[in-house]
């Protein structure tokens, strides 16, 4: 008996193959961290004898989550200032807030909380940008998730670094101490081009070439900003980054509220990515990313939370229902955007963001076992005409009953199999308490 | 020792009142169906001696939710098709399905299973409008569950009734048998402008008069339908609704995503009460209510979440989000509909809308002890800053722990006290398999 080798055998596999293949009496076999193959049941019991199998009749299978946007440490500035428009929220609160209390250790128990929000919601990948880069590699990989990290830019001082030189060269580093890691993969990350200015930016273009990795920023959150961009620079953000040779199929451009068709354009034949982070989007009012006619140009989208002080949870499954509601209703058509296409775009459109699509993002044979299921034997999800659309239109992160990462179990029945719950709630409670103490706003 | 009475002492008590009081260290105490005081917790150890004490430390009290639109027996159809515009839904796919399936046991069954999953996602009280409402009262009755029926109206025989007349003769019977009901009441429901006709408006709005009841309807939901319907009679639907005499205090109007600011102005002046559906509307790419503009005129509006059909689910929590981050954006202003507003539009303004405010909708002394909680002890919702904006902007169903029904529990943590939850899974399931076995289109 391999005991590194065993089978799932649910209801569905939902595949988000090339063909969208929604399988049913079928097993997908996962030998040590990959999927050795997805298989007719028949032929698996004949091929496959004496593996452990793991039966889940009412359940769907799919490709794990893919969290193509967040800032995972701010999980423990969720709640901490609603109800307020982007600027205000940034600068009257988080940024004085996180002035006071970012740290490493702040950034290391925020992230773990972060991953068990995460996991417990199906997420198996996560695209991060904050402060302490490395302790976010190093949370990630104590607690066995696959997460791409930001080798964060700013051009102002901040707890991590000085100046765009110091980022930068603290970047290069953190990238060189992380080859050799299977699951930690690095994008570059300046903040967005109104805090990263042409210089450092025309650096980062460099860097990327240099190191292959793809850049992370965000780009046209707001009307405002894009408008004082132009002001200030005669051009649009975007228009920065094309300018500065960042504009190619290894950019990842976050939340791009704001988009004239020509820019569509570009972003179409540059192969450019957007990641769409709906809720967050529209809690600070920020406008909806035009999102079907994005994926009608052929431009990957993929989705993301954002932060949990901004949306204000890591819940996928929320999200992709978000994108879905706004999306159909800013197209005015309730066809766009089915719930296959919602799929893809929380799994194998942010492994494409993420330039790891060959690794995971689907259910095929070759790629990493990063998988999630659904319970449907709920009174919540019952009756079943369609397993995908009732994930995307009624399923619920704690529907979300089973989460392997690269072949290791870490939800099984909906409870961890090894994160400390209890301390990891406790923890929260007391940074939070310590936080509420000294808020000097609001 | 009374054991009519017991005190729930949690961490947050969110009134709900005139004043939006979120209380610590108090008592709600719950004599047989009624809040009987809501007190500081020394004064309730002193006053009420050897009671049963339900200590929730970690947990906030609120009203029970009022999901004050929706079709309870169309779970059966969850999902049946999706990813369609409306008419196309309605007419090629949800009325055939109806015309096959509905009758007495499809809403029956599929009321229980509505409420089953309203009760675990803290509903206390819905609002429906389906055929068969003497079921749909005796299915609530049955399960406990506080529900305004709709006597519902068309120009159209259905399996309910023949024409306009016979409908508004059987809404009268079932008014008369349900009276002295405590926990049932009812509205006359005519479907909408468009499928009810003038004549038997007029006679709906004499039948108000004489019931005391209010008027439960649909009203622009669509732009194509105030388009259609303005080709075809001259004007609007709610002028047709002013015409007839509906458009006053007792009118609860649902949908309402295509308003005008004459309209928004009537809607003020008259006390109209708008029921607002986002997730719905979105879905079918129908518009936005335009809710903070109603509220900013003083137009009371509630939430539902419509038929699971449509949304495709019955999670009040779920929709008090959809509403905010669609409602900020549509206004521009991420400051308005604070999260306060948004718990308001979910209880007491449900409340107002189905006339039943003095009954229900806020913790205040001698109202039913109507009451839902929500369990902060999860990674998902720590920390804890605001709960208020942690209950519409973290909190998903599944965080529901308790639920009392005049004072009743109906839920203890997370699970059902009396319901039979697989028996009604396998019954839904049964249904699905009748219903797609027969399946004519899609």
């Known amino acids: 008996m391999n005991t590194e080798q065993f089978a799932i055998t649910p209801r569905w596999v939902i595949c988000v193959d090339a063909e969208n293949r929604v399988l049913e009496n079928h097993a997908v076999i996962v030998n040590a961290d990959k999927i050795a193959a997805v298989v007719p049941w028949p032929e698996a019991q004949s091929r496959y004898h004496g593996i452990q199998v793991i039966d889940l009749p009412e359940q769907a299978l799919m490709p794990g989550l893919i969290n193509a946007h967040t800032h995972m440490a701010m999980n423990l500035l969720r709640g901490f200032a609603d109800d307020l428009p982007l600027m205000t929220w940034l600068s009257e609160h988080i940024w004085p807030a996180e002035g006071q209390h970012v740290n490493r250790e702040f950034v290391a128990d925020g992230t773990r909380l972060a991953i068990a929000e995460s996991v417990r919601g199906g997420v198996t990948c996560f695209n991060d940008m904050y402060f302490f880069p490395d302790t976010i590699a190093e949370t990630a990989k104590e607690m066995g998730i696959r997460a791409s990290v930001g080798l964060i830019a700013l051009d102002f001082p ?12 603290k970047g290069r580093e953190l990238y060189n101490d992380l080859q050799g890691q299977s699951m930690i993969t690095t994008m570059i990350a300046p903040h967005a081009p109104y805090t990263v200015s042409e210089e450092p930016l025309r650096k980062i273009a460099a860097m990327r070439d240099s190191l292959g990795v793809g850049v992370h920023i965000h780009v046209h959150e707001t009307a405002v900003e894009v408008q004082q961009f132009l002001e200030q620079h005669g051009i649009r953000p975007l228009a920065r980054l094309a300018e500065v040779g960042l504009l190619d199929d290894q950019l990842a451009a976050v939340h791009m509220t704001q988009l004239i068709d020509t820019e569509i354009e570009q972003l179409a034949q540059t192969g450019s990515h957007v990641l769409h982070c709906p809720e967050s989007n529209l809690k600070l009012a920020s406008g909806i990313a035009p999102i079907a006619r994005l ?58 963001a993420l330039g790891i699509d060959e690794q995971t993002g689907s259910i095929e044979a070759g790629k990493q076992a990063d998988l999630a299921t659904i319970d449907f034997n709920r009174i919540e999800l019952q009756p079943v005409y369609n397993p995908v659309a009732q994930i995307v239109y009624s399923a619920n992160r704690y529907d979300v009953s089973n989460v392997w990462i690269a072949g290791s179990q870490l939800l099984s029945a909906g409870n961890f199999t090894r994160y400390p719950e209890q301390a990891l709630i406790d923890k929260a409670r007391q940074w939070g308490e310590r936080i509420q103490s000294t808020r000097i706003t609001g």
Do not use: C, H
């Not at 296409?341 to 942010?350: E, K, Y």
């Open 158 to 169: 901040t707890v991590w670094a000085q100046n765009a030189d110091e980022y930068l060269s």
């Open 295 to 352: 994926l009608d140009a052929s431009v990957n989208v993929a989705i993301g939370t954002d932060g949990a002080a901004s949306n204000n949870d890591l819940d996928m499954l929320g999200e992709i229902r978000s994108a879905a509601f706004t999306g159909k209703n800013a197209a005015e058509n309730a066809a766009s955007l089915p719930a296959e296409q919602l799929i893809r775009m929380a799994t194998i459109n942010g492994a494409k």
